[in-house]
T-cell receptor
Framework: GENVEQHPSTLSVQEGDSAVIKCTYSDSASNYFPWYKQELGKRPQLIID?????GEKKDQRIAVTLNKTAKHFSLHITETQPEDSAVYFCAASTRDKIIFGKGTRLHILP | DAGITQSPRHKVTETGTPVTLRCHQT?????MYWYRQDPGHGLRLIHYSYGVKDTDKGEVSDGYSVSRSKTEDFLLTLESATSSQTSVYFCAISEEGEPNYGYTFGSGTRLTVV
C-alpha cells in the first residue's frame, strides 16, 4: 500500500528564517498532495495542496513543490513567524483515500 | 465548522467494554473517514466510507468496525476496547464530496481505555 515518509520529525528555525519539510511517497498513481497544519489541541487544517499536473504552487509565505519522477514533495515556509509553530503533516492520495506522513513539529525560535 | 461534529469529545472506558464514536455531517458528502492520532505515528486511517452501507478498511482496522446507515452519520465501534486503542480519533469528510480533495476534520474524540 501507499507509504508516505516525512522528514525531519522536529525542526527549529529562527523567526524570520525559512523552514523546509520534505516528504516522499511510494504509490506512483498518487496525484493529490495536501499539507495540513495542526496547532496544539486543535484539529488538522488544510493549508495548501498540489496536484500532479503542477510542479509548484505558492500562497503568500508558503509554497509546495512536487517532483513526480523522484516521488518527492516539499513544503517551504518563508519569513517564519511565531504563529507558524505547529505540527505539519504531508499526505498523498491513493485510490479514494489519503495517507499521511508522521508529522513535523516546527518550533519558531525568538 | 464545515458541518462536521464528533461525539463524545472525551471518553474514559474500561478494557473489554464496547465503545461507539459518532461522526455527523450536514454537507451530504459521500466520503467520510476515521483516523486515529498517536504521538510518533501521525494520522492513521482506520476505516472509510464511500456511501451508505459502503465501507472499506484502512491501515489500522483490526479491532474496529464501522457502520453508515445514513449519509450524515458514520459510526466507529470498538467491539472490546483495549489499552492500545487509547488515542485521539478524528473523523473527516472530503471537501468536494469526492476523494482526492482536501479534508475537513472534526474536533476529535479523546478516548482513554483503562
Amino acid at each position: 500500500g501507499e507509504n508516505v515518509e516525512q522528514h525531519p520529525s522536529t525542526l527549529s528555525v529562527q523567526e524570520g528564517d525559512s523552514a523546509v519539510i520534505k516528504c516522499t511517497y511510494s504509490d506512483s498513481a498518487s496525484n493529490y498532495f495536501p499539507w495540513y497544519k495542526q496547532e496544539l489541541g486543535k484539529r488538522p487544517q488544510l493549508i495548501i495542496d498540489i496536484r500532479s499536473n503542477v510542479g509548484e504552487k505558492k500562497d503568500q509565505r508558503i509554497a509546495v513543490t512536487l517532483n513526480k519522477t523522484a516521488k518527492h514533495f516539499s513544503l517551504h515556509i518563508t519569513e517564519t513567524q511565531p504563529e507558524d509553530s505547529a505540527v505539519y503533516f504531508c499526505a498523498a492520495s491513493t485510490r479514494d483515500k489519503i495517507i499521511f506522513g508522521k508529522g513535523t513539529r516546527l518550533h519558531i525560535l525568538p | 465548522d464545515a458541518g462536521i461534529t464528533q461525539s463524545p469529545r472525551h471518553k474514559v472506558t474500561e478494557t473489554g467494554t464496547p465503545v461507539t464514536l459518532r461522526c455527523h455531517q450536514t454537507e451530504n458528502h459521500r466520503y467520510m473517514y476515521w483516523y486515529r492520532q498517536d504521538p510518533g505515528h501521525g494520522l492513521r486511517l482506520i476505516h472509510y466510507s464511500y456511501g451508505v452501507k459502503d465501507t472499506d478498511k484502512g491501515e489500522v482496522s483490526d479491532g474496529y468496525s464501522v457502520s453508515r446507515s445514513k449519509t450524515e452519520d458514520f459510526l466507529l465501534t470498538l467491539e472490546s476496547a483495549t489499552s492500545s486503542q487509547t488515542s485521539v480519533y478524528f473523523c473527516a469528510i472530503s471537501e468536494e464530496g469526492e476523494p482526492n480533495y482536501g479534508y475537513t476534520f472534526g474536533s476529535g474524540t479523546r478516548l482513554t481505555v483503562v
